[in-house]
T-cell receptor
Framework: DTGVSQDPRHKITKRGQNVTFRCDPISEHNRLYWYRQTLGQGPEFLTYFQNEAQLEKSRLLSDRFSAERPKGSFSTLEIQRTEQGDSAMYLC????????????FGSGTRLTVV | GDSVTQMEGPVTLSEEAFLTINCTYTATGYPSLFWYVQYPGEGLQLLLKATKADDKGSNKGFEATYRKETTSFHLEKGSVQVSDSAVYFCALSEGGSNTGKLIFGQGTTLQVKP
């Protein structure tokens, strides 16, 4: 169990550029979540995958955001035409089985849009 | 919709003091409740959890009891250490949700002074 890995840890980009983040969940975890955390706030749900199927998307996930999880393994989150308001920590979490089994979070990708 | 409210911080305590961080929730179903801790520059780590009314979660000297009658899940520790300095998040997982997504409070920063 190597935990949930996220890459990169930090990303600085110019407004208008596209960025892509990667999450590698724990291998036997079939459920994967993306959250966004802004400074001084708790994480907010963005989207959820069960295996390769994206089953729920938050209203926070505008048309500029897209997430994939091909083959039900790693996941990517892409933001197109970044805006300064996209600056945040993007967290990935995975779990196996029941909610009560708990979630494992990655260390996050901190995005700064300048 | 479901929500979580935490006491505002920062909470500043001296080492060996008693800690209480209040958390109340609003939920339509029967959620599971969690406390997560976030150290600087890191992702969230599960501290403890409770899945039904009157359950007590405990870990590393921290405790919280799921109180359905007061819709609360207050975090307590009898004697804090400097190493407990971090941000603490209360969260619930929607009871009737198929996704099991987490709803977080805004976080409470704890600073413990030697």
């Amino acid at each position: 169990d190597t935990g949930v890995s996220q890459d990169p840890r930090h990303k600085i980009t110019k407004r208008g550029q596209n960025v892509t983040f990667r999450c590698d969940p724990i291998s036997e975890h079939n459920r994967l979540y993306w959250y966004r955390q802004t400074l001084g706030q708790g994480p907010e749900f963005l989207t959820y995958f069960q295996n390769e199927a994206q089953l729920e998307k938050s209203r926070l996930l505008s048309d500029r955001f897209s997430a994939e999880r091909p083959k039900g393994s790693f996941s990517t989150l892409e933001i197109q035409r970044t805006e300064q308001g996209d600056s945040a920590m993007y967290l990935c979490a995975s779990r196996k089985g029941q909610v009560a089994d708990g979630y494992t979070f990655g260390s996050g990708t901190r995005l700064t849009v300048v | 919709g479901d929500s979580v409210t935490q006491m505002e911080g920062p909470v500043t305590l001296s080492e060996e003091a008693f800690l209480t961080i209040n958390c109340t929730y609003t939920a339509t179903g029967y959620p599971s409740l969690f406390w997560y801790v976030q150290y600087p520059g890191e992702g969230l780590q599960l501290l403890l959890k409770a899945t039904k009314a009157d359950d007590k979660g405990s870990n590393k000297g921290f405790e919280a009891t799921y109180r359905k009658e007061t819709t609360s899940f207050h975090l307590e520790k009898g004697s804090v250490q400097v190493s407990d300095s971090a941000v603490y998040f209360c969260a619930l997982s929607e009871g009737g949700s198929n996704t099991g997504k987490l709803i977080f409070g805004q976080g409470t920063t704890l600073q413990v002074k030697p």
